[in-house]
């Protein structure tokens, strides 16, 4: 049986080699568990237990597997050393996993402290409308291999949100356009469909405009989707690879 363990850091980077040096390849946020193939030193090479990434992990202090029993439902939740407002210890990203130890009438605490009851739902919450909050990580800085408020990548846009609905979903834009199956024309392009180039990827708002974290403005921004296919095909000589609907 594979041992798991659970990442209780706010995030943690995942290189491509055991070298802070190396390249970001994603992140974990907090409450993400993974199992440990070598340990070499200060480093852990590991396995996202949400989705199969590989990478490796400084060898921090990490926890045994914790079961989560809530999630984070906001793009950045605090956590204070007291059931109340103070000085914040910590801030964990929207989709972050907690187990909760005790309640009070405004607050939950876990493992690093405490935080505001209406920031979580329970994990097993699902929403209808999957992509409801996608708008809230508008401005937030493109980084590559990124999946939090303090940056994200295109094809983490997408996973975080099916992670928080308790869908599974490949980690890059090249394995998610292989995963969903469901194509649409581009004259038929509606809210929550998703747009593939190779190696980019964006979430339809509507019939006419996009959310993408887009790395030549180095922020997620909202566009016209006409424009932002011409644009791709434009200065990166790239067309649309499939529009996907969920």
């Not at 993400?32 to 237990?49: A, D, H, T």
């Not at 190696?199 to 509507?206: E, P």
């Amino acid at each position: 049986m594979t041992k798991y363990l659970t990442n209780n850091f706010s995030i943690t980077n995942l290189f491509k080699k055991p070298s802070t040096k190396s390249e970001i390849v994603t992140q974990m946020i907090f409450g993400e568990s993974f199992s440990v193939s070598k340990r070499s030193g200060k480093w852990l090479k590991i396995k996202v237990k949400e989705d199969g990434y590989k990478g490796f992990v400084q060898n921090k202090n990490f926890s045994n597997f914790l079961k989560p029993s809530h999630k984070i439902n906001v793009l950045k939740s605090k956590v204070y050393k007291f059931p109340k407002k103070g000085k914040k210890i910590n801030e964990i990203s929207f989709g972050s996993k907690i187990k909760v130890t005790k309640s009070t009438v405004k607050y939950f605490k876990f493992s690093k402290g405490w935080l505001l009851k209406n920031e979580v739902k329970p994990v097993t919450y699902e929403e209808k409308n999957l992509f409801r909050k996608v708008t809230m990580f508008k401005n937030i800085k493109y980084k590559w291999g990124g999946k939090s408020f303090k940056g994200i990548d295109c094809s983490a846009l997408i996973q975080v949100f099916l992670n928080f609905n308790n869908r599974y979903c490949p980690r890059d834009a090249k394995d998610q356009v292989k995963y969903f199956k469901k194509n649409v024309g581009l004259n038929k392009i509606r809210k929550n469909d998703i747009i593939y180039w190779k190696g980019h990827v964006a979430i339809a708002l509507s019939s006419k405009k996009l959310i993408h974290a887009y790395g030549p403005m180095k922020k997620t921004v909202i566009m016209d989707i006409n424009q932002t296919i011409k644009k791709i095909e434009h200065t990166a000589n790239l067309k649309v690879i499939g529009i996907k609907r969920l």
